[in-house]
């Protein structure tokens, strides 16, 4: 299930390419059981509904809560799910990805960090509980792309890196939108009934905030590039553009607050209109909306005293930071 040619969003026969892939799902997984994690992100939702589609009670799904996500993400998704008649777990291990990416300030071994924890440590551990031994996953052609050209090491591409997962982890991992890109994702969501508010949603990064924050990730440095996000989000949810995000730089900026010297952190926020996150340019942001994102920055967020907005394109540059 992993191979296969790329099928364009355009002129793609969505309920043939369903049927397909269930199809292949429940050959793969006979009588027995899968599971997946859900990160409320287009493509695991995309997964979610078509391993339920393919599996019904057989796939359990969990959302891993690893400190990371967006606010009150966990919850938020675990409802929306319900009301589509999935149902979810919800799985803290906060603490298990801040220990590992304790003193970690190189962009790959965090991303490396946050990989090992996520399949070995926590989702190895449900496996076993579970006695899955097949593991569902939302890897597109992006992702595979960009992990083949040694850019970023995507948190969920293995075969193309060498890796056996059954050696590694434990367990098979399918992977049934590997030919797919973002658009065609999107298309595949709608037909299986996401919610518009799921499946257009903008993309977020497997490693979710980590990839966000610059130098070593903390539950602090987190929480600000958290606050940030809800701006950014809100601010620019009208938009139209590929993905808007913000950053937590690593310099400290001088600044001033209540007439006093505030040595405090800088906030950069990037929006990109993009097809499929190959390549992408910036959005050309009205200056009013600008403004008013760096004014409920300052203003909400603790501590942030700079806000700047990315005007480089990709590339050379890449959506996320890390
Ligand atoms: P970059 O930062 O490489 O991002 O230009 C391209 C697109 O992929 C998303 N992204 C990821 N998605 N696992 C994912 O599932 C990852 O490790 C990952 N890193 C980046 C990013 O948000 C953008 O849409």
Same mark, same amino acid.
């Given at each position: 299930m992993t191979g296969g040619r790329e099928i364009k969003a355009k002129g793609m026969n969505v309920k043939k390419f369903i049927e397909e892939k269930a199809a292949e799902i429940q050959a793969a997984v006979g009588k027995g059981v899968a599971i997946n994690a859900l990160s409320g992100g287009v493509d695991s939702s995309v997964v979610t509904m078509l391993g339920h589609r393919a599996l019904g009670e057989r796939l359990k799904t969990y959302f891993i809560d690893n400190g990371l996500m967006r606010k009150d993400e966990p919850q938020r998704i675990q409802a929306i799910f319900k009301s589509l008649g999935v149902t979810i777990e919800i799985v803290d291990a906060r603490a298990k990805f801040f220990k590992a990416l304790k003193g970690l300030t190189d962009p790959e071994e965090k991303r490396e960090a946050i990989t090992q924890t996520f399949y070995k440590d926590v989702f190895g551990k449900l496996v076993t509980k579970s006695r899955a031994k097949y593991l569902l996953q939302g890897t597109i052609l992006t992702d595979i792309d960009e992990t083949v050209a040694g850019i970023?090491?995507?948190?969920? %591409?293995?075969e193309q890196l060498g890796i056996d997962p059954k050696k590694a982890f434990g367990y098979h991992i399918l992977e #049934? &939108? !590997?030919? &797919?890109?973002k658009d065609g994702v999107r298309k595949v969501g709608s037909a299986l009934g996401l919610p518009a508010s799921m499946y257009k949603r903008i993309p977020f990064p497997g490693p979710a905030l980590a990839a966000r924050v610059v130098g070593e990730v903390t539950p602090e440095k987190v929480e600000i590039v958290r606050l940030a996000t809800v701006v950014v989000e809100e601010e620019l949810a009208k938009v139209k553009a590929f993905q808007y995000l913000a950053i937590l730089h690593e310099d400290r900026m001088t600044g001033m607050r209540d007439g006093r010297r505030d040595f405090g952190r800088q906030i950069e926020v990037r929006c990109w209109d993009s097809l499929d996150a190959r390549k992408a340019t910036p959005t050309n942001l009205p200056f009013s909306k600008l403004t008013r994102i760096a004014s409920r920055i300052c203003k909400? !967020? #603790?501590? %942030?005293v700079s806000v700047t907005y990315n005007i480089a394109t990709k590339p050379p540059s890449t959506i996320e930071a890390i």
């Open positions: 970023k090491r995507q948190h969920n %591409v293995f #049934p &939108l !590997v030919q &797919l890109r909400e !967020v #603790p501590g %942030v």
